[in-house]
């Protein structure tokens, strides 16, 4: 996490020196998404030994029972932290999602290894579906998910589609790619890590000092974000029989920072994103301890 830390603390120099920032990040940030993450993905059953195929389903039926218990907490429990009833749906987004794309995959590959980025795709398609119909509700507040707010095409975007064929090739395990297609994609993949990295730091670099030292409300949030929710899921999950294994990973997902996509959609519905940048800033600070402790104290 230090090694992981190091590069966040590069971007933000960057951004405050001006060589990361503005459109430069926005471009990088799609680079990422769009090219970078789907390699990363594909190259975990490119190299060495193949994922075991077994922990497909299991990874999926934790995934959909997590968001499911997230989706209620999100819900119901903003109007204790709060009493801004706008700061209601950021607040549940926040509780609900957090940074698998930019933070989950290079934590869990520093963890478990470059493989195990394969089981935090698969529990990356529930987070994905959850985060644009349960995530936008939250976040513009409305009692349902209309059309034009949830498009089909994102259960059809690189890096669901490199999630899907990641699962194909596990489940039916093929495992004589050509050196021709895994080596570029694992040299591509390799670009994901330090590049979100710094684009966490350099996003950081654009925060107040105010917005830096959060308040109650804040800290309140990234309390539930970082500790009780991921401690609470992992053991009611291990009660209803998921392997070690399984629940490790599953927590290890759900103990990220908060998701920017929170600020991308608050943004796009013309939201206030005081407090969810507030929070995003102060989770994606605290878990660089919060991670390291919870691996200790439950892995």
Known sequence: MMTL???????????????????????????????????????????????????????????????????????????????????????GFALMFGNVGFMGYPVVASIFGHEAVFYAAVLNVVNTFAVFTIGTVLITGKSKVEGERFQKKVLYSTPMLAAYLTMGIVALEIDNIPEAISQPLTMLG??????????????????????????????????????????????????????????NINTLVIAMPVATYGTILCLKYEKDTTMITEVTFITTLLSMISIPLLVMLLF
Do not use: W
């Not at 209620?72 to 700061?87: E, G, H, N, Q």
């Not at 107040?208 to 609470?232: D, H, K, Q």
């Open 5 to 91: 830390f190091a590069l966040v603390v590069v971007g933000y120099i960057g951004g405050k020196q001006g060589f990361l920032g503005g459109d430069f990040d926005r471009q990088l940030s799609k680079l990422v998404i769009n090219i970078t993450c789907p390699a990363l993905i594909l190259s975990s059953a490119m190299t060495g030994e193949l994922p075991d195929k077994r922990f497909i389903l299991p990874l999926l039926l934790i995934s959909a029972i997590t968001y499911i218990i997230l989706a209620c907490v999100a819900f119901s429990l903003p109007r204790y932290i709060t009493s801004r009833k706008k700061d209601e749906g950021p607040i």
């Open 190 to 247: 390799n670009i994901t890590v330090p590049a979100a990295l710094l684009i966490i730091g350099s996003s950081m670099s654009n925060l107040s000092l105010r917005a830096m030292l959060g308040n109650r409300t804040v800290y309140a949030t990234t309390l539930f974000r970082l500790a009780l929710l991921p401690i609470g899921i992992h053991y009611l999950m291990g009660t209803l029989g998921f392997s070690s294994f399984v629940v």
